[in-house]
């Protein structure tokens, strides 16, 4: 079975600061998927990105980036100077190779609060 | 363009009412899924289905039965709504092959509250 944690329920910062998600996955396949995805206060789900487990390069999109390292099973993800529209919950998930109809496995979220 | 539509967005109704969502998609996919996101927000897989054949079924009520005409719309069904039943509904379609392999988009949700 497929498990995702997310350890931090909730992150606090104050605007223009850098902030970090923490995202552990476990799983037995070799070959699997890791995502982001961001759900404003809006209600909607936005996919931000996505990894397979054969391609451990670091990525980097405008203010985001993401840290992807097997030795450790972790996927953080990365906000460089914060802004109060990134105020939202960041949900880290999981997926395993071999057809494309499974489903993703969720963390918990991360509600991540950046003040002005 | 939306990509994925769902309808309705709220649902308000009483405890034993059967009611349905349908879902939408435009983007071509094979494979469609619907979640639940309970009032903690977890994201749980409920069905998926891939060229109208149901892929998974995890622990969910026999109340609920998805229903899939074609490949672009999947509906579900719910029978006797309980209160439990609360909860946001997202659909989500996914393309396996090629660079997009495996992303799943979501609907914007349909919130059912019961009463």
């Known amino acids: 079975a497929q498990k995702v944690t997310q350890a931090q329920t909730e992150i606090s910062v104050v605007e223009k600061e850098d902030v970090t998600l923490d995202c552990v996955y476990e799983t037995r396949d070799t070959t699997y998927y890791l995502f982001w995805y961001k759900q404003p206060p809006s209600g909607e789900l936005v996919f931000l990105i996505r990894r397979n487990s054969f391609d451990e390069q670091n990525e980097i999109s405008g203010r985001y980036s993401w840290n992807f390292q097997k030795s450790t099973s972790s996927f953080n993800f990365t906000i460089t100077a914060s802004q109060v529209v990134d105020s939202a919950v960041y949900f880290c998930a999981l997926s395993v190779g071999g057809g494309g109809a499974d489903g993703l496995t969720f963390g918990k979220g991360t509600h991540l609060i950046i003040q002005p | 363009d939306t990509a994925v539509s769902q309808t309705p967005k709220y649902l308000v109704t009483q405890m034993g009412n059967d009611k349905s969502i349908k879902c939408e998609q435009n983007?071509?996919?094979?494979?469609m899924y619907w979640y639940k996101q309970d009032s903690k927000k977890f994201l749980k897989i409920m069905f998926s289905y891939n060229n109208k054949e149901l892929i998974i079924n995890e622990t969910v009520p026999n109340r609920f039965s998805p229903k899939s005409p074609d490949k672009a719309h999947l509906n579900l069904h719910i029978n006797s709504l309980e209160l439990g039943d609360s909860a946001v509904y997202f659909c989500?379609?996914?393309?396996?092959?090629?660079?997009?392999?495996?992303?799943?988009?979501f609907g914007p949700g349909t919130r059912l509250t019961v009463l």
């Open positions: 983007l071509g996919h094979d494979t």
């Open positions: 989500a379609s996914s393309q396996w092959g090629g660079e997009d392999t495996d992303t799943q988009y």
